[in-house]
Structures are given as structure tokens and as C-alpha cells.
């Protein structure tokens, strides 16, 4: 009898320990950690990982852990959507992804038919929130804001340049570029040229024979830093000294890397920066320690989490629709990137965009800083 009552006790010990394993509160994190766009993953990967970290040590959410489960879309939309339905899976409720507006808008479909709130740190495209979804949220702004931001920016500080407009042919690269374009246009300034490029080639000696035959002074590419930096490098291999200007999707050290000498004098929109926040402060101080720059879409993905946690404390609840309910109630969230509070498509309330230049630093490295 004493063995049978000790086996019962070890049973129902494993069924509490597996009953504590199942309570944990799953963090799902997508996005870009191979491929091209690898920088940004790793920027997201550590936002959520030091959040979750941070929110732990702190006493987790209504009494229960965070852990994180990383899937890697390799900025495919097919492969952000397997990952969206292996999330949906492994029970996944709360999703910090994705990178791309083009693998963020397939993927949000799964998540929205599963009960999972999604929230992006990165995908600025209209349509992610325009579908009038309940689950999607972005800790950034849209390619709406940032497009008429750096149209303005043209109208009045760049008058009487020529302005060539280059596309990647991605939902977000065309997206902004276009943005930016209807703002140029609605202001009287005509582009030179427009002109659309595919990713992931090598060589983009054709557009910029177009570029240096349109007389272009500036180039504004929407599209991310990898073909940017060798669009710039071969401008100046072949003697066109237009800059370039863009948008978020510049905003990597890894520009520099790929652009080399040519990315001083470039321009680009992003948010505030968010490592100059007094919030902010004890963040990058535990990034540092780790030797991590939380540079770019970093604290934008640790705010992502810090949502999650807020909006679930205010309704009482880990429902991911009644957490969903709490953040469109236009309540205000304290972040690492400043105060957040949403509309009901899931946008930001206030818009987020300034212009920063790529310039050399005292050590002579190239950094981007807000103008």
C-alpha cells in the first residue's frame, strides 16, 4: 500500500509540474533570423528575449512566466505563414512578428482565425490594419505617415533637387515608395524617374545607368538595406553622386556594412530615438552589459511585449481577445519607446516619423542619427 500511495504521489507530482509547464504564457517571436534581412530578426529576437527576461525576474503576468518561441521566416511569406500555423500549434497566443508587411498580412490571417494576437514591431504597410481585424497591432507607424514625412521633407528642404524613385516591387518598398510619391506629387514635384528592382540580385548596374541618365540628385528607395547599400556603392562605382534617401528599412548598421563610404550624406525616416528615452534607460543599460546595441526595431519589439503584459494585467486576463479589447480601448500603455495608446484598426494614435542622416562619427564609423 505504501509503495502504491508513494507511486500516486509521484504521478500527481508530475501532473502538477506538468500542469505549471502548460501555464507558462508562450511569446512567439517572427521573423527574419537567416536570410537577408537577418539583422533585423536578431534586433527582434533580442527585444523579445530581454523583455521577457526583464518581465520574469519582475514576477511575469498575473502570476505567470513568459517564454519565448522563436520561428524564422526568412522574410518568406509562405514560410511566415507555416511558422503562423506551428505557433497556432504549440499554443501560442501572443505573436511579436513579423519583419516583412508582406509575410506580417498572410500570417495575421492564421492568427486572426486561431485566437492570437499579433503585433508587429516592424511592418509599416497600410493594409495590415485596414482589414478591420481584431488581433493585429504595430508598435511602429504606417508607410502613410512615414511617406508624407519624408515628402514634406523633399518639398522643403531638397527644392529644385531631381528626384529619382527606386522600388524593391515588395509590399513595403513599393508601398513607401508609392506613399512618398503621391506626397511629392500632391506638392507639385515631379520624379525623374521611377523605376522598380528585385531583391536579392547582385548587380544593379542597370538602374543606376538610369539614375545617372535621369541627372537624379537624390535617389529615394523604398526597399531594405541590403539592396540599398549595393545600389549605393555601385552609384559611386560608377560616379553618380546622388544620395539616397528611404525609409526604416535603412535603419541597420548593416547599410553602412554593404554601402561602404558612399552611405555618408544618406537620409532616411524612422521613430524618435528610442534609446534617448528616460524610459528606455534601464533597458539599454542591461543591453549594453550584454555588448548588444539595441539598435532599430530592438526596443520596438521589447515594447511589443510590454503590451502584452499591460493590456493582459488591465483586463484581468491572458484572453487573447479581451487583452486584444484592452489595447483598442485607447488606453495608454508606458513603453520603452514613450507612452502607446491605439485606435480600433490596431494603429498607434500619434504618428512617429523624423529624418536622420548617415554620418561619420569621430571614429570615423558611420552611425545615423536624428537630424
Given at each position: 500500500m505504501s509503495k502504491l500511495w508513494?507511486?500516486?504521489?509521484?504521478?500527481?507530482?508530475?501532473?502538477?509540474?506538468?500542469?505549471?509547464?502548460?501555464?507558462?504564457?508562450?511569446?512567439?517571436?517572427?521573423?527574419?533570423?537567416?536570410?537577408?534581412?537577418?539583422?533585423?530578426?536578431?534586433?527582434?529576437?533580442?527585444?523579445?528575449?530581454?523583455?521577457?527576461?526583464?518581465?520574469?525576474?519582475?514576477?511575469?503576468?498575473?502570476?505567470?512566466?513568459?517564454?519565448?518561441?522563436?520561428?524564422?521566416?526568412?522574410?518568406?511569406?509562405?514560410?511566415?505563414?507555416?511558422?503562423?500555423?506551428?505557433?497556432?500549434?504549440?499554443?501560442?497566443?501572443?505573436?511579436?512578428?513579423?519583419?516583412?508587411?508582406?509575410?506580417?498580412?498572410?500570417?495575421?490571417?492564421?492568427?486572426?482565425?486561431?485566437?492570437?494576437?499579433?503585433?508587429?514591431?516592424?511592418?509599416?504597410?497600410p493594409i495590415f490594419t485596414e482589414?478591420?481585424?481584431?488581433?493585429?497591432?504595430?508598435?511602429?507607424?504606417?508607410?502613410?505617415?512615414?511617406?508624407?514625412?519624408?515628402?514634406?521633407?523633399?518639398?522643403?528642404?531638397?527644392?529644385?533637387?531631381?528626384?529619382?524613385?527606386?522600388?524593391?516591387?515588395?509590399?513595403?518598398?513599393?508601398?513607401?515608395?508609392?506613399?512618398?510619391?503621391?506626397?511629392?506629387?500632391?506638392?507639385?514635384?515631379?520624379?525623374?524617374?521611377?523605376?522598380?528592382?528585385?531583391?536579392?540580385?547582385?548587380?544593379?548596374?542597370?538602374?543606376?545607368?538610369?539614375?545617372?541618365?535621369?541627372?537624379?540628385?537624390?535617389?529615394?528607395?523604398?526597399?531594405?538595406?541590403?539592396?540599398?547599400?549595393?545600389?549605393?556603392?555601385?552609384?559611386?562605382?560608377?560616379?553618380?553622386?546622388?544620395?539616397?534617401?528611404?525609409?526604416?528599412?535603412?535603419?541597420?548598421?548593416?547599410?553602412?556594412?554593404?554601402?561602404?563610404?558612399?552611405?555618408?550624406?544618406?537620409?532616411?525616416?524612422?521613430?524618435?530615438?528610442?534609446?534617448?528615452?528616460?524610459?528606455?534607460?534601464?533597458?539599454?543599460?542591461?543591453?549594453?552589459?550584454?555588448?548588444?546595441?539595441?539598435?532599430?526595431?530592438?526596443?520596438?519589439?521589447?515594447?511589443?511585449?510590454?503590451?502584452?503584459?499591460?493590456?493582459?494585467?488591465?483586463?484581468?486576463?491572458?484572453?487573447?481577445?479581451?487583452?486584444?479589447?484592452?489595447?483598442?480601448?485607447?488606453?495608454?500603455?508606458?513603453?520603452?519607446?514613450?507612452?502607446?495608446?491605439?485606435?480600433?484598426?490596431?494603429?498607434?494614435?500619434?504618428?512617429?516619423?523624423?529624418?536622420?542622416?548617415?554620418?561619420?562619427?569621430?571614429?570615423?564609423?558611420l552611425i545615423y542619427e536624428q537630424?
Amino acid at each position: 500500500m505504501s509503495k502504491l500511495w508513494f507511486s500516486g504521489l509521484v504521478i500527481a507530482a508530475g501532473l502538477g509540474l506538468s500542469g505549471v509547464a502548460q501555464a507558462q504564457v508562450k511569446i512567439g517571436m517572427a521573423g527574419p533570423i537567416t536570410g537577408p534581412s537577418a539583422a533585423t530578426g536578431a534586433q527582434m529576437k533580442n527585444g523579445v528575449d530581454q523583455a521577457v527576461e526583464d518581465i520574469n525576474a519582475a514576477g511575469g503576468v498575473l502570476g505567470q512566466k513568459l517564454s519565448v518561441i522563436v520561428g524564422d521566416d526568412v522574410s518568406d511569406p509562405k514560410q511566415g505563414v507555416s511558422i503562423a500555423n506551428k505557433f497556432v500549434g504549440d499554443g501560442v497566443k501572443f505573436v511579436v512578428g513579423n519583419f516583412n508587411s508582406g509575410v506580417s498580412i498572410p500570417s495575421s490571417e492564421v492568427y486572426n482565425e486561431n485566437g492570437v494576437v499579433q503585433i508587429t514591431p516592424a511592418s509599416t504597410n497600410p493594409i495590415f490594419t485596414e482589414r478591420k481585424l481584431w488581433n493585429v497591432f504595430r508598435t511602429c507607424g504606417r508607410d502613410d505617415q512615414q511617406g508624407e514625412v519624408a515628402a514634406n521633407f523633399i518639398v522643403s528642404k531638397l527644392a529644385g533637387k531631381k528626384i529619382a524613385i527606386v522600388h524593391d516591387k515588395t509590399t513595403y518598398g513599393k508601398g513607401l515608395a508609392d506613399e512618398t510619391k503621391k506626397g511629392m506629387n500632391a506638392k507639385g514635384v515631379t520624379e525623374v524617374l521611377y523605376e522598380g528592382v528585385n531583391t536579392g540580385e547582385k548587380d544593379y548596374s542597370a538602374i543606376v545607368s538610369k539614375i545617372k541618365q535621369s541627372g537624379a540628385d537624390i535617389v529615394y528607395f523604398g526597399g531594405l538595406y541590403t539592396e540599398g547599400g549595393l545600389i549605393v556603392r555601385q552609384m559611386r562605382d560608377q560616379g553618380v553622386k546622388a544620395l539616397m534617401m528611404g525609409g526604416d528599412g535603412l535603419a541597420a548598421a548593416e547599410f553602412a556594412s554593404v554601402g561602404g563610404p558612399g552611405v555618408e550624406g544618406a537620409l532616411m525616416t524612422f521613430g524618435p530615438d528610442p534609446t534617448r528615452r528616460p524610459q528606455a534607460a534601464a533597458v539599454v543599460k542591461a543591453f549594453e552589459a550584454k555588448k548588444i546595441n539595441p539598435e532599430s526595431y530592438t526596443l520596438y519589439s521589447y515594447a511589443a511585449v510590454q503590451l502584452i503584459k499591460q493590456a493582459a494585467e488591465q483586463a484581468k486576463s491572458l484572453d487573447p481577445k479581451k487583452v486584444a479589447e484592452v489595447l483598442h480601448s485607447g488606453a495608454s500603455f508606458d513603453t520603452v519607446i514613450g507612452p502607446l495608446s491605439y485606435n480600433a484598426k490596431g494603429d498607434r494614435t500619434d504618428a512617429d516619423y523624423v529624418v536622420y542622416v548617415w554620418k561619420k562619427a569621430a571614429d570615423g564609423k558611420l552611425i545615423y542619427e536624428q537630424m
